[in-house]
């Protein structure tokens, strides 16, 4: 929000105030102030601590003035220059210039009403409008054919007003000749951030009251007309509201003989300042109007509507859409509508898009004499839906989308009214009408003094929380010791009960001053801290991985079932699963919510592999799965981990390091496992359409399956555009994941004594599993077996036929003595004859 010094101070008296004070100010009442743009005005001196960013031009005042142009003389050697005889009010000079706007008066002699405009004598520094952007240049002297000139006649762009350097500025013509333009119109522009619960200070008006508050000075608001009902525009035109939800109310009023002329310099010199483009004075009116009250208005052609009725009374209507319905808006987007838009319509179709933008059928002409002005409210969700789905922004739908009070409307109207008559002139048509069918709820809310104190941290008088709250529109009073407030009517953002006492609270404290309130101690105990086990498991998880050479990842839940298809060979997806739908997604590839995981992290590594061939990630996210008969799904957490490329990088030693493979994924999982804690964790072989056959597992936690691992199916990789590696990936339940990890386990104490060793190889059939097989050696050894080391599998036709031969190293240990040779072979032969009796396994001999 560009927020005109000049057009504030209409409104609320700023004297002596400084340009930092009043930036300060509004910055402290919640409306943050990025920059400071001076347009002639002076900048704090450079070199002192300043706390904001100033820019633009400061007009230095003996050089940069008001004058008055006396004749536009022919130029003896060019056709398309002037020489203009100006008055400076020190003495008559000669002008040279090619503006096109005094074109129209060359040639006639002495001007019986001089023009006034802005003179910048030899010496000043202004911006070169001939150079792109803002260049700084120094008037001097120049001969241009063959007449000398050391002055100019200035355009916006080279006061730094504007970009529009098509024509000089003609001032209004009761501007005092001599006075220093920067006395006359120096101004300053502060780019306002506006939060979107104070969408009613997106208005000169809005701000105005804010600074009135925040400096306690008194707010003077300009006056329209006076808004009577009346017969006579409801012979000219009807009204029909269709969904009273979506067009809460809509006024219309309606001016006749009036002339779309230019609108007064001061007028267009704000609207410029405020970055908006001045067109003729009946547009200018309804866009003044927009920014100062932060009500969007809309003028349609009233002669136009007839001609579209055929000569009958037109009548408006607001409404949905029409299946397949077009409407073409005033900046040439054709749009092709939605059932779900709103649009202002006629007999014959739609006008504009309802809150967003005019069309172009019925819009302000050049010869426009007759004025159809529209005041109205919308359903900001569904202008924001609505500008969603068209991408179209605008300073109304910008309004509107945060919603606007329904009483603007009236004060917006009648003051939009009245500047058309006074720059367009014309005669108002008797009446108005307004179509009120859903007035919001007025919030009245009650607040004590204890209340304010409690939750502020300071005693504030009530007759000051009193004096705050009507100067920023609210009706109070106070009875005893508490104070009532009923919300203005350009509010929508304050709610009944405990939320409104909120609201009121921080209208206090950011009036007051949050600089003015002491830091003081908490006075109520805080709660004893508990631990959410979930979200603690969830950092140690991705602590563990981390630190095991893994990257987190954050990822998009939105997908579409196209995508999540891509991890099936063929795309072969199940058409009976259900998604969860999204009524307004982002974009076409992301409708619905996520069932799976794992084609997350196959576009993450696909993505990525395009700048680095090693990748090791992991993410811990939720799923999607929706439940029959009930609105919200059921979310589970996934923890899905991808790996590709080389496990080290390569170097002078080893210039082709080896692929990661099925083991380094797995071995990845044990660390995570053995770092939980987590009781009996088993692989078992498996198959599933998204893994390479036989190079698949399934994991167990006990008996409970936790997930799957394993490498990606060739045919699932010609889905996705990766190189010529394998890809391993695992996606596990990380709900399941944190419910069996053992978040308290024992510790024990390390044995005094030495540890002995021996290795052992034992035939047995090739389908035993060798996590099933350790087991066995585990089990049968006993307490002084401290660890069993698979070292070595062999196959030879010699063992036998389906047969291999698996070599342990076994570690024993004692806490209460060293052991012996004898030791060693009572616990050998346990685990042999327990292996023989399970698996008929034989002890290996060569």
């Given amino acids: 929000m560009k927020a005109v010094l000049s057009w504030i101070k209409e409104y609320v008296d700023l004297e002596g105030i400084s ?3 009043i930036a300060y100010k509004l910055t402290m009442l919640g409306l943050e102030v990025e920059g400071i743009k001076v347009v002639g005005l002076s900048k704090p001196l450079e070199g002192g601590k300043q706390q904001f960013r100033f820019e633009g031009l400061a007009w230095d005042p003996e050089k940069i003035v008001v004058a008055q142009v006396n004749e536009v003389a022919i130029h003896p050697n060019a056709d398309k220059l002037t020489l203009c005889q100006v008055d400076d009010g020190n003495g008559v000079h000669t002008v040279l210039t090619g503006a096109p706007n005094l074109m129209p008066y060359k040639g006639q002699g002495p001007l019986a009403q001089p023009l006034k405009v802005a003179y910048a004598r030899e010496g000043s520094i202004i911006y070169d409008g001939h150079q792109p ?15 000398e000139s050391s002055s100019m006649i200035c355009s916006e762009k080279e006061l730094g007003i504007s970009d529009e350097h098509n024509g000089v500025i003609i001032l209004d013509a009761d501007a005092p000749t001599g006075m220093p333009l920067a ?8 780019e306002v951030s506006t939060l979107p619960n104070m969408v009613r200070n997106t208005a000169m008006m809005g701000i105005a009251r804010e600074l009135a508050a925040g400096f306690k000075r008194e707010l003077h608001l300009p006056k329209g007309l006076d808004l009577k009902p009346g017969t006579e525009i409801e012979t000219k035109v009807g009204l029909e509201i269709r969904n009273p939800d979506l067009n809460p109310r809509f006024m219309l009023g309606m001016v006749e003989g009036t002339q779309a002329k230019p609108s007064p310099y001061w007028v267009q010199r704000r609207l410029a300042l405020a970055g908006m483009r001045p067109i003729d004075a009946l547009v200018d009116a309804t866009n003044y109007t927009m920014l100062d009250t932060g009500e969007p208005l809309h003028a349609f052609d009233y002669d136009t509507l007839m001609d579209r009725s055929s000569g009958a009374k037109p009548k408006i209507i607001t409404r949905t859409a029409n299946p397949d319905e077009k409407l073409q808006l005033l900046d040439g987007t054709q749009l092709s509508l939605d059932p779900q838009m709103v649009v202002v319509s006629d007999t014959q179709g739609a006008l504009s898009l309802a809150g967003v933008m005019g069309g172009v059928q019925s819009g302000i002409l050049p010869q426009t004499s007759k004025v159809l002005l529209e005041a109205a409210s919308w359903n900001l969700i569904n202008i924001r839906k609505t500008c969603s789905k068209t991408r179209i922004s605008s300073e109304a739908s910008y309004r509107f989308s945060r919603g606007v009070h329904p009483g603007l409307a009236a004060q917006a109207l009648s003051l939009c009214l009245r500047r058309l008559l006074e720059w367009g002139g014309g005669r108002v048509v008797e009446g108005i009408i307004d179509q009120y069918p859903m007035p919001p709820e007025v919030a009245v809310v009650s607040l004590s003094d204890q209340r304010i104190e ?4 300071i005693a504030i008088p009530l007759a000051e929380a009193e004096d705050i709250l009507t100067r920023l529109g609210f009706e109070c009073r106070i009875e005893g010791s508490q104070i009532t407030a009923k919300s203005p009517a350009i509010r929508l953002d304050i709610e009944p009960g405990l939320i409104g006492q909120a609201n009121l609270l921080e209208e206090i404290s950011r009036v007051y001053g949050y600089d003015k309130i002491p830091a003081t101690r908490m006075a109520h105990e805080l709660p004893v801290q508990r631990g959410n086990l979930d979200v603690d498991m969830s950092d140690r998880i991705r602590e563990i991985l981390a630190q095991a050479g893994l990257q987190d990842t954050f990822t998009y839940r939105q997908t579409s079932p196209e995508r999540e298809a891509a991890i099936f060979p063929n795309r072969d997806s199940n058409p009976e699963e259900k998604y969860v739908r999204i009524k307004n997604p982002i974009t076409p590839e992301r409708t619905v919510m996520r069932r799976r995981t ?3 992290m196959l576009e993450l590594l696909e993505y990525n592999t395009k700048f680095r061939d090693s990748l090791a990630l992991f993410e811990i996210g939720p799923v999607f799965l929706p439940i029959q008969d009930q609105s919200l799904p059921r979310e589970s957490n996934h923890l899905t981990i991808g790996m590709t490329g080389t496990r080290d990088l390569s170097t002078w030693l080893d210039n082709d390091p080896r692929q990661v493979d099925f083991y380094d994924l797995k071995a990845v999982l044990e660390v995570l496992f053995s770092a939980l804690h987590l009781p009996k964790v088993t692989f078992k072989s498996a198959s599933d359409p998204s893994f390479h056959p036989g190079k698949c597992a399934q994991i167990f936690i006990g ?7 394993g490498e990606i199916h060739p045919m699932v990789k010609t889905n996705y555009n990766f190189k010529d590696v394998p890809i391993y990936a695992a996606e596990l339940d990380a709900d399941l994941l944190i419910q069996k990890a ?3 386990f024992k510790f024990q104490s390390l044995s005094n004594f030495p540890t002995m060793s021996e290795d052992i190889a034992v035939i047995v059939d090739e389908s035993l599993p060798a996590a099933e097989l350790e087991d066995a050696i585990r089990q049968s050894g006993g307490k002084l077996l401290v660890e069993v080391r698979l070292f070595d599998i062999y196959r030879d036709p010699k063992l036998g036929e389906g047969k291999k031969s698996m070599a342990y190293q076994l570690t024993y240990q004692a806490t209460d003595r ?17 292996l023989n009796h399970q698996y008929n396994a034989v002890l290996r001999s060569a």
């Fill in 454 to 457: 409690r939750f502020l941290g």
């Fill in 742 to 744: 053992q978040g308290n």
């Fill in 183 to 190: 006395d006359y119109m120096g101004d300053a522009v502060f």
């Fill in 19 to 21: 340009l930092e004070e």
């Fill in 133 to 147: 952007g803002q260049v700084l240049s120094k008037l001097k002297k120049a001969v241009i054919r063959g007449v």
């Fill in 703 to 709: 008996e409970e399956c936790l997930g799957l691992m």
């Fill in 598 to 600: 794992l084609p997350t």
């Fill in 818 to 834: 060293t052991l012996g040779v004898k030791d060693a072979e009572t616990i050998r032969n346990r685990i042999v004859r327990y």
